[in-house]
């Protein structure tokens, strides 16, 4: 079955601090690729999407993801994190022959200041 | 746009009553899904429909759960009778086609005593 693994459960950065926070899927063919972002007691919010193309995506709020296909991994990253980047992010794939959109755990990261 | 409105936000209620969510998607987005998001389980997708007809109900825990779309403007998620371990949040996402973004809504929180 196809998963979405995110090994990073919870991070804690320090404000300017870099980011990257993993994601790997399990299917092998053509996928959509998607990085959400939930901040305390809101709903998801879409920071970046990859379906086809240039495999460095950029998104809002100075995020980007890397697709490397050989790696099956699409990595969230920002250069320098700042505390109102504390939120839950979640990685999500649509494989090719499917509809259904499968996320990872979540990654709960957390800024201090 | 006003984005995916949801009500109610919040519901307590008591085991054994019939809980009923509604959604309203993105004004000409032909997809329409439910998730449920957990501490336990994170978010796991209900059901989803395209068009208005349900394309996979695969994810909806048991026969107490039922969701209809009557029209392309509308969708409710009820439960009946209600339990605690249903207590999550309820987010109602739709999409232009299947395999395109979600947009999701802020949600329902859900509180079964």
């Known amino acids: 079955a196809q998963s979405v693994s995110q090994h990073n459960h919870h991070v804690i950065l320090s404000e300017a601090a870099s980011l990257e926070l993993g994601c790997n899927y399990s299917y092998g063919g053509t996928v959509n690729l998607f990085w959400y972002v939930q901040y305390p007691g809101q709903h998801l919010q879409l920071l970046l999407k990859?379906?086809?193309?240039?495999?460095l995506v950029k998104g809002i709020k100075g995020f980007e993801a890397e697709f490397i296909k050989s790696k099956f991994s699409f990595n969230l990253r920002k250069p320098s994190v700042q505390w109102s980047d504390t939120a839950e992010y979640f990685c999500a794939v649509i494989p090719g022959t499917a509809s259904k959109l499968t996320f990872g755990t979540g990654t709960r990261l957390q800024v201090t200041l | 746009d006003a984005g995916v409105i949801q009500s109610p936000r919040h519901e307590v209620t008591e085991m054994g009553q019939e809980v009923t969510l509604r959604c309203k998607p993105i004004s000409g987005h032909n997809s329409l899904f439910w998730y449920r998001q957990t501490m336990m389980r994170g978010l796991e997708l209900l059901i989803y429909f395209n068009n208005n007809v349900p394309i996979d109900d695969s994810g909806m825990p048991e026969d107490r759960f039922s969701a209809k779309m009557p029209n392309a403007s509308f969708s409710t998620l009820k439960i009946q009778p209600s339990e605690p371990r249903d207590s999550a949040v309820y987010f109602c996402?739709?999409?232009?086609?299947?395999?395109?973004?979600?947009?999701f809504g802020p949600g329902t929180r859900l509180l079964v005593l």
């Open positions: 996402a739709s999409s232009l086609v299947r395999k395109e973004t979600q947009y």
């Open positions: 990859y379906f086809s193309g240039d495999p």
